[in-house]
């Protein structure tokens, strides 16, 4: 399946440049090569070698291409001789380096698994390039988008000072057509910011703007869509998260599933054959046995206990760096006071951390606590770790034993989780609906509401691909959003798991006829495995929407 069958996607991401794991990062500097000390933070380097061809192109690799390589880091001139540079020309270079970037990838696959390769880069002529934020972004994001589509890339424009990330999140409403009519937060009126045309050039009184629908922008993404619903809960600070194991299969941690085969190949020689198929066993059972067979007797060198052998396995355990996956960014960039997770990472935290870095002290803490671990100051953003987390081994919540006695050792846990789901709305990410604990707590929830309450739509799940089963058990209660790959791929991919379905290499004799068939279930499971990355990716375009319609319109460029 390749790359580059989908056009591409524009990211507006509220961080730092470093935080993003992506394929390609382009640094601006100017005719001079002047590179400003901060990109050092970036890079890892002190010193840089201006780029072969740099005086004729104005762009190049950071170091000499070495053949099989990612080349990570791209310079840029941003500038005219070091003088302000005409936005249009700036546009055209880009277009430039981003060509010659995407040739490198033919023969790389996308950093983490991703669907699509991701070029990530700064507000390009804010600073070096001598324009106003407000021009700049108004000129280059439709650019950015023709790009995205052309080479079937996406670019994450990374921006750490939050009044310009909101100002760019402004714009680009301005750019798919919207006024941004939408009542500001805390506000009984509603205020516009100028539409603008494909090109990016503000749209004046008396002028005709092109509609959202003359640009193809399809419903979900406009004001009456789930995004922009989600979007306005969040804005008003109304939203909550509950984050799943989905979204840190982007940051490249393994699944359930392969979390528990990493295990499985940890326990002894002797206890191999217990462990050869447990297919029989629920997922919690396996985890069951698992722990029980992995002791410290038989253990790694460096597991001491079950919990460390798990935190091994994920990668955790601080041997390798590993950054936050894109989704985490874009969820923390909402600013929701609370969040509860399962997972065992703090790379939410680490998000949200990055993003608070230019933050005065005088604006309270730069970090998200997590508890039980911390106690957050007052009006500090909090997330739960409700199974525990990396740097506590020894809380992890795996196997059954561990799940049926979770409400005795952390009914505290639970009981916040619950007061958060009758207190605001929850946006679940990245939930699968099996864990046991989040099961029970929810339901009891929606049990003790009853008919009673005056709204019964106490959430919103995102689930990749669908689940229609599920979705009718809860729609009563939550608003299920399917996120699907897009119709071209998920056809390559049913017409390529077919295909390696009846080649025989790939099937088994079957028990009944003697015909070489693979089950509709292993089929399902190749589907499955084949879409991930897709269905991930679909995820972090919609929270991407959701954060552009999270920001409020401001009083400048407003209609009179």
């Known amino acids: 399946m390749t790359q580059r069958a989908v056009p591409g996607h524009v ?38 070698a201006k780029p072969a061809g740099w005086v004729e192109k104005h ?23 070091d003088r302000v540079i005409d936005l249009e020309r700036l546009g055209e270079r880009f277009a430039q380096l ?145 984050i799943g194991a989905g979204v840190s299969a982007g940051a490249g941690l393994p699944t359930w599933n392969s979390l528990l085969e990493g295990l499985r190949e940890r326990v002894s020689e002797a206890d191999q054959p217990l462990v050869k198929d447990m297919t029989y066993l629920s997922a919690l059972d396996q985890a069951e046995l698992l722990e029980r067979l ?35 960014l874009l969820l923390a960039g909402l600013q929701c006071p609370q ?16 993003q608070h870095t230019l933050s005065p002290a005088t604006a309270g803490p730069r970090k998200a606590a997590a508890l039980p671990y911390e106690r957050p100051e007052a009006g500090q953003s909090w997330i739960l770790q409700m199974h525990g987390d990396a740097e506590h081994p020894e809380s992890l919540v795996l196997s059954r034993s561990s799940f049926v006695s979770y409400d005795s050792a952390h009914r505290p846990a639970g009981s916040l989780f619950q007061g958060m789901l009758m207190t605001s709305h929850v946006l679940f990410v990245g939930v699968s609906f099996t864990d046991d ?15 009673s309450a005056s709204d019964s739509d106490f959430g919103t799940v995102l689930t990749l691909g669908e689940d229609a089963q599920r979705a009718r058990l809860w729609k009563d209660h939550l608003t299920w959003h399917a996120l699907e790959a897009p119709e071209s791929v998920v056809s390559a991919v049913k017409e390529e798991v077919e295909k ?49 319609w999270a920001v409020a319109p401001s009083d400048e460029g407003s209609a009179p």
């Not at 396995?313 to 760096?321: P, R, V």
Request: hydrophobic share 40%; charged share 25%.
């Open 294 to 328: 992995i002791t410290p007797d038989n253990a790694g060198p460096n597991d001491a206990t079950f919990g460390h052998a798990v935190i091994s396995t994920l990668g955790l355990d601080g041997k390798t760096k590993v950054r936050p996956a894109l989704g985490h």
């Open 500 to 548: 390696s379905a009846a080649s025989p290499a790939a099937n088994k004799p079957s028990a009944e006829a003697g015909e070489t068939t693979k089950s509709e279930a292993e089929k399902r499971a190749s589907e499955w495995e084949l879409l991930l990355p897709w269905r991930a990716r679909a995820l972090e375009i919609f929270l991407d929407i959701v954060a552009m």
């Open 339 to 354: 969040a509860v997770t399962t997972n065992y990472d703090r790379f939410y935290e680490a998000a949200f951390e990055g």
């Open 11 to 48: 990211f507006v991401v509220h961080g730092r440049l470093q935080d993003v794991t992506c394929d390609a990062i382009v640094i601006p500097t100017d005719t001079s090569f002047t590179v400003e000390p901060h990109w050092a933070d970036v890079m890892g380097v002190q010193g840089h």
């Open 59 to 81: 762009f190049g690799p950071a170091l000499a291409p070495v053949k099989g390589e990612r080349q990570l880091f791209w310079y840029l001139d941003v500038t005219d001789d």
């Open 98 to 242: 981003t060509a010659e970037i995407v040739a490198g990838f033919v023969v790389k696959e996308p950093v983490r698994k991703r669907a699509q390769h991701l070029i990530a880069l700064p507000l390009l002529s804010a600073g070096k390039g001598g324009h106003a934020p407000e021009g700049a972004i108004a000129s280059l994001l439709p650019t950015f988008t023709r790009l995205a589509a052309e080479h079937h890339v996406d670019f994450a424009v990374v921006v750490l000072e939050r009044e310009r990330f909101e100002a760019l999140q402004r714009r680009r409403l301005g750019t798919l057509g919207f006024s941004v009519a939408c009542p500001a937060v805390g506000s009984g009126r509603a205020r516009a910011v100028s539409p603008t045309t494909p090109e990016g050039k503000i749209v004046h009184r008396g002028e005709t703007a092109p509609t959202a629908e003359d640009r193809h922008v399809p419903d979900w993404m406009g004001p009456d869509g789930q995004a922009a619903r989600l979007g306005r809960l969040a804005a008003e600070r109304g939203l909550s998260l509950m």
């Open 437 to 451: 604990n989040v099961l029970r707590l929810t339901h009891e929830v929606a049990d003790y509401l009853g008919a």
